[in-house]
Nanobody
Framework: QVQLVESGGGLVQAGGSLRLSCAVS????????MGWYRQAPGKQRELVAV???????NYADSVKGRFTISRTTAEKTVYLQMNSLKPEDTAVYYC???????????WGKGTLVTVSS
């Protein structure tokens, strides 16, 4: 059974930092594109950052220069380092895996990030 488990969310003041983790189990990892998405109250889920199997990255304009996505193959984990957090970054953050072989997408259950002003 494929599982993605996010951790690292919490309450932080504006200007602070958090590091999110997403651990993958029950699946291969190295060939798959991994991404972080977020959904704020009353808004649609949006892409935050994505990292390919070749470690190329892409970011939403709103987080460029503040967030960094990374991955470790040995630990089958993807990270999101979030610096200079703003109240508008408040959302539930979800991890997504695009399984290259099956073509299926897998999601974690999310972790809540709250940034106070």
């Amino acid at each position: 059974q494929v599982q993605l488990v996010e951790s690292g969310g919490g309450l932080v003041q504006a200007g602070g930092s958090l590091r999110l983790s997403c651990a993958v189990s029950g699946s291969t990892f190295s060939l798959n594109t991994m991404g972080w998405y977020r959904q704020a109250p009353g808004k649609q889920r949006e892409l935050v950052a994505v990292i390919s199997s070749a470690f190329s990255t892409n970011y939403a304009d709103s987080v460029k220069g503040r967030f960094t996505i990374s991955r470790t193959t040995a630990e089958k984990t993807v990270y999101l380092q979030m610096n200079s957090l703003k109240p508008e970054d408040t959302a539930v953050y979800y991890c997504k895996m695009e399984h290259r072989v099956s073509g299926l997408d897998y999601w974690g259950k999310g972790t809540l990030v709250t940034v106070s002003s």
